[in-house]
Nanobody, 123 residues
Framework: QVQLVESGGGLVQAGGSLRLSCVASGNIDSINSMGWFRQVPGKQRELVASITSGGSTAGGTTNYADSVKGRFTISRGNAQNTIYLQMNSLKPEDTAVYSC????????????WGQGTQVTVSS
């Protein structure tokens, strides 16, 4: 099992910034991808950004939803089990529950979620 603990959500005005953090613990050796998803009531959960395990502690291939490219940045901490999501130029449409995900892309059952953190952007 893998446990994911998120932090950093909150309320911000449009144009502002927030930084989300996610720390993974437990059986983390098989993680090869971590990312952030978001969901609003009545809509499907969508990928915001993901990062794969790289050869270095700071490496990894990143992937972003078109709607956040140029505004959001996903990164790893010095420890491979920590990721961040720096969110700049926030818009009201970014309001959602943001959840951290950790998985092994070759093992479908190795797929874990955090409890989610609310991000609210006021206009």
């Amino acid at each position: 099992q893998v446990q994911l603990v998120e932090s950093g959500g909150g309320l911000v005005q449009a144009g502002g910034s927030l930084r989300l953090s996610c720390v993974a613990s437990g059986n983390i050796d098989s993680i090869n991808s971590m990312g952030w998803f978001r969901q609003v009531p009545g809509k499907q959960r969508e990928l915001v950004a993901s990062i794969t395990s790289g050869g270095s502690t700071a490496g990894g291939t990143t992937n972003y939803a078109d709607s956040v490219k140029g505004r959001f940045t996903i990164s790893r901490g010095n420890a491979q089990n920590t990721i961040y999501l720096q969110m700049n130029s926030l818009k009201p449409e970014d309001t959602a529950v943001y959840s951290c995900n950790a998985r092994n892309t070759y093992v479908p059952l190795y797929n874990f979620w955090g409890q989610g953190t609310q991000v609210t952007v006021s206009s």
